[in-house]
C-alpha cells in the first residue's frame, strides 16, 4: 500500500472527532502498517482493545484489532500470544456484531486452526461459514473466504478444491484491480501450482503476485515470500541463475520487514536451495545457525522444517550421524503433531542415511514404519477423494440455492420497475374520468374507465409475469394511450399498425417494456408542442427473428426536450428505469434487446419528432 494511503488516514485521524471514526481510522492504519511498519500497528492495535473491550456497542472494532494480532503473532510464531488471543475472543453472540464482523473473527479462528494443524477444526468451521454467511458477506469478506478455504484445501492436499477456491477469488476482482488482496491469490495459486509440479504456471502467478506487490510501497513480508516461491521454482527447472537471483531478493525484503522470526524463516529457506545447487557447506551453516536460535526454536514449525532440511544437508555431506539426529528429532516430533508428509521425508532421510551404514536392522525398522505411512497415506488420499467429492457436491448444492435466491431477487426487482407507473398518471386520469363526468359526458366516462380499469389490471398481472404476447402488449398499450389522450385533451392522436400475417398471440415479449417508452414519446416531446397537434405511430414488424417496434412522434425532438429536461436539472424517471430494466434482462437474462434513436426533421430541417427503433429476439 502506498505510503499517499497511510499518510491520508494519518491526517485523518488528527482532525477527527467522533469515537468510533476514530477508531476505526486506527483500525485501517494498522491494516496497512502491519506489514511494513510492525510495532506501530501493534500499538494501534492496543489502543482499540483497551478502550473497546468493555463496550458493547463497539466488540465489532475490538474483534477485528483482535483479528490483526493474531495474525501477526502466528507469522512471528509465538504460540503463546495466539494461545491467550484465542481464549480473549471467544464468540459473545451480541446484537452490534455483524455478520460480516462474525465472519472476521471466525477467520481468525480458522487462521489458528490451521496454524496448529486441526485441519478439521478448520474445516468444520469453512463449511459453517459457507452455508450459513456467505451469501450476506460483503466483496472483501467473501474474497477472504474463498483465500482461507484455498489455503485449507491445499494443506489438507485437496488440490482442485484449493483450485476452484481460488478461482472464485479471483473473479471477484475487477480485471484491472492490482490490491494486495488480488496479490495474495497470485501468490497462493502459485504456492498451489509448484506443489503440484506445474512449474511454468507457478512462476507465471508468482510474477502476477510480485508485478502487483512491486507497485506497492512497504509490505516487504509478502515481497519476501514471492521471491523465496520464485527461487524454488526456478530450483526445480534447473535455472541456477534465476534461483539465486530470486533467493538474493527473498533475502533484501526479509531484512527489510522488521520481522527477525520471519526474517531467519526466509534465511532457512536457503537450505533447501544450498542442497540442491551443491553449496552443502553454507547450507549447514545456515541450520546450524538456526538450530541454536532460542527465539527461531519457539516456533515449532519453521525449526523442524529447517531442521529436517539441515538433515538432508548433512546426508549429502555424507555426515550421516549428524543426518540421523537431525532426521529423528524431526520424525518424533512430526509423528506426535500427525503431520505425515513431513514425517515421510524425515523417514526416507533415516532410510538413507541407514543403508549408507549399512546398518540393515535399523534400514528394515524405518522401512516398515515407511510402509505403514504409506498405507495410512494411501487411505487418506481416498478419505479425502471421497470428502472432496462430498464438498463439491454440497457446495454444488448451496450455490444453485444462492443462484436461486439471487434470481427471485432480480424477478422482484424487475418486478418493482415494471410496476413503476407514473402515480400522477393515475391520478390525473382519474381526474380526467371525473371531469368527463361534471361535463355530462357519461358514455365517453363509461369508456374512459373501463380503458383504465382494464390498464389498471394489466399492470397489477403483468408485473407477475417475466413475458407476456405481443397481443396483451398491444391492448396495453392501446388502452394505456387512450387513458392519457383523453387526460391530456385529445392533445394528440395515435395509430398502432402491423401486418395481418405477424402472429401477435404467439410472439412473446418482456411484459411492459414498451410502455415506457411511449411515455416518454408523450412526456418530452407531444406535452411541449404548441403549434401543432401531436401524434403517436407504433409499429411492429418481423425482421431477421427479431420483433421490430417503432415508435414514432411528431414533437419537439431529442435536442428542445434535453435542453428542457436540463433547465429542470433531472434526468426523467422513466428514462432511467428503461436503463436499469435493459441492463438487468441482458446481465441477468441474456435477454440482448437493442435501442435506437432517430431524429425527424422536416424540409425546414426544424425538429419534428423522434423516431424509437426497439429489437426484441423472438
Given at each position: 500500500m502506498s505510503k499517499n494511503n497511510i499518510e491520508i488516514l494519518k491526517n485523518k485521524l488528527i482532525v477527527a472527532t467522533d469515537f468510533r471514526e476514530i477508531q476505526e481510522t486506527k483500525l485501517l492504519l494498522a491494516k496497512l502498517l502491519i506489514l511494513s511498519n510492525v510495532e506501530e500497528a501493534l500499538v494501534l492495535c492496543n489502543e482499540i482493545i483497551s478502550v473497546t473491550e468493555h463496550q458493547k456497542e463497539y466488540h465489532d472494532l475490538f474483534y477485528k484489532a483482535n483479528a490483526i494480532l493474531i495474525r501477526h503473532f502466528a507469522h512471528r510464531g509465538n504460540f503463546d500470544k495466539i494461545t491467550q488471543l484465542n481464549n480473549?475472543?471467544?464468540l459473545i453472540k451480541h446484537p452490534n456484531i455483524t455478520i460480516d464482523t462474525t465472519t472476521e473473527v471466525e477467520f481468525s479462528f480458522m487462521f489458528i486452526y490451521k496454524y496448529l494443524n486441526k485441519l478439521d477444526d478448520a474445516?468444520?468451521?469453512?463449511k459453517k461459514l459457507l452455508e450459513e454467511n456467505y451469501k450476506f458477506l460483503n466483496k472483501e469478506n467473501k474474497i477472504n473466504f474463498h483465500?482461507?478455504?484455498?489455503e485449507l484445501y491445499m494443506k489438507l492436499t485437496y488440490k482442485d478444491l484449493a483450485a476452484e477456491e481460488l478461482n472464485k477469488g479471483l473473479q471477484l476482482f475487477e480485471e484491472d484491480e492490482e490490491t494486495q488482496d488480488k496479490a495474495n491469490f497470485h501468490f497462493t495459486f502459485g504456492m498451489l501450482m509448484y506443489e503440484d509440479k506445474k512449474y511454468e504456471i507457478a512462476i507465471n502467478q508468482l510474477n502476477k503476485a510480485k508485478e502487483i506487490e512491486?507497485?506497492?510501497e512497504g509490505r516487504a513480508i509478502p515481497k519476501a515470500q514471492i521471491f523465496a516461491m520464485l527461487a524454488r521454482c526456478y530450483m526445480s527447472i534447473n535455472n541456477k541463475k534465476k534461483m539465486l537471483a530470486s533467493n538474493s531478493q527473498a533475502q533484501k525484503y526479509a531484512l527489510l520487514s522488521n520481522n527477525p522470526v520471519f526474517n531467519k524463516l526466509i534465511i532457512g529457506e536457503q537450505i533447501d536451495l544450498f542442497v540442491k545447487v551443491n553449496k552443502i557447506k553454507e547450507a549447514i551453516e545456515i541450520g546450524n545457525i538456526l538450530r541454536k536460535d532460542k527465539e527461531y526454536k519457539k516456533n515449532d514449525s519453521f525449526y523442524y522444517g529447517s531442521l529436517n532440511m539441515l538433515a538432508a544437508a548433512y546426508l549429502k555431506q555424507k555426515n550421516i550421524d549428524e543426518s540421523i539426529a537431525c532426521a529423528k528429532k524431526c520424525s518424533i516430533y512430526y509423528k506426535k503433531t500427525e503431520r505425515k508428509l513431513n514425517l515421510r521425508d524425515s523417514y526416507e532421510i533415516l532410510m538413507k542415511c541407514y543403508e549408507e551404514k549399512k546398518d540393515f536392522i535399523n534400514l528394515a525398522a524405518f522401512q516398515k514404519k515407511y510402509i505403514l505411512l504409506l498405507e495410512d497415506l494411501n487411505k487418506e488420499k481416498e478419505h479425502n477423494a471421497i470428502e472432496q467429492f462430498e464438498i463439491k457436491y454440497k457446495t454444488a448444492e448451496n450455490e444453485i440455492e444462492i443462484e436461486k435466491q439471487k434470481s427471485e431477487s432480480i424477478k422482484f426487482h424487475l418486478q418493482a420497475l415494471r410496476s413503476q407507473m407514473n402515480p400522477h398518471f393515475i391520478f390525473n386520469a382519474i381526474d380526467s374520468v371525473v371531469y368527463n363526468m361534471d361535463k355530462g359526458e357519461f358514455d365517453k366516462s363509461k369508456q374512459l374507465l373501463a380503458s383504465f380499469a382494464r390498464l389498471m389490471r394489466a399492470n397489477i398481472e403483468f408485473t407477475e409475469q417475466a413475458n407476456i404476447s405481443l397481443e396483451e402488449e398491444i391492448r396495453f398499450l392501446k388502452d394505456y394511450l387512450v387513458v392519457e389522450q383523453s387526460r391530456l385533451h385529445q392533445a394528440f392522436d395515435f395509430e398502432i399498425n402491423y401486418h395481418k400475417d405477424l402472429e401477435i398471440d404467439f410472439i412473446e415479449l418482456p411484459s411492459m417494456l414498451l410502455q415506457l417508452f411511449v411515455?416518454?414519446?408523450?412526456?418530452?416531446?407531444?406535452?411541449?408542442l404548441t403549434e401543432r397537434k401531436g401524434k403517436i405511430e407504433l409499429t411492429f414488424e418481423d425482421k431477421d427473428d427479431m420483433l421490430l417496434c417503432t415508435i414514432t412522434d411528431n414533437g419537439i425532438g431529442r435536442k428542445k426536450a434535453k435542453e428542457i429536461r436540463n433547465a429542470k436539472s433531472h434526468l426523467g424517471k422513466s428514462t432511467k428505469i428503461i436503463a436499469e430494466r435493459l441492463r438487468m434482462l441482458e446481465q441477468h437474462f441474456s435477454y440482448k434487446i437493442t435501442v435506437s434513436y432517430t431524429d425527424l426533421y422536416n424540409k425546414s430541417k426544424q425538429a419534428?419528432?423522434?423516431?424509437?427503433?426497439?429489437?426484441?429476439?423472438?
Open positions: 480473549k475472543i471467544s474445516l468444520v468451521l469453512g483465500l482461507h478455504m484455498g512491486l507497485k506497492n411515455e416518454n414519446a408523450i412526456k418530452h416531446g407531444i406535452m411541449p419534428a419528432g423522434t423516431s424509437v427503433q426497439i429489437s426484441i429476439p423472438i
